[in-house]
């Protein structure tokens, strides 16, 4: 249906800033929401931050509200997550996901690794 090209993951010091990017090709006009989602060594995967496509409203988990900013380029049907006061409890591996109409989240990315360090 959709395909995800995640990139912007790395490594990077506590305190500090990353920016992932997530690319999509296909039936994009079906797209509903477009989110991040995440899951750390030993820990289930949780959702991180969603937008709605048409409006660009936008929700995110508690733990990174004030921090993470997601964003939506219409013209290039990408979305962002810029990361910033990243945390040690931050590293997981980030999933870029896709919402369609009258689905749940359906379309997944390959996973970017984000690694906090002190």
């Known amino acids: 249906q959709v395909q995800l090209v995640e990139s912007g993951g790395g490594l990077v010091q506590a305190g500090g800033s990353l920016r992932l990017s997530c690319a999509a090709s296909g039936r994009t006009f079906r797209m509903f929401r477009m989110g991040w989602f995440r899951q750390a060594p030993g820990k289930e995967r949780e959702f991180v931050a969603a937008i709605t496509w048409s409006s660009g409203s936008t929700i995110y988990r508690d733990s990174v509200k004030g921090r993470f900013t997601i964003s939506r380029d219409s013209a290039k049907s990408a979305v962002y997550l810029q990361m910033s006061s990243l945390k040690l409890e931050d590293t997981a591996v980030y999933y870029c996901?896709?919402?369609?109409?009258?689905?749940?989240?359906?379309?997944w990315g390959q996973g970017t690794q984000v690694t906090v360090s002190s």
């Open positions: 996901a896709v919402n369609t109409y009258g689905s749940s989240w359906d379309s």
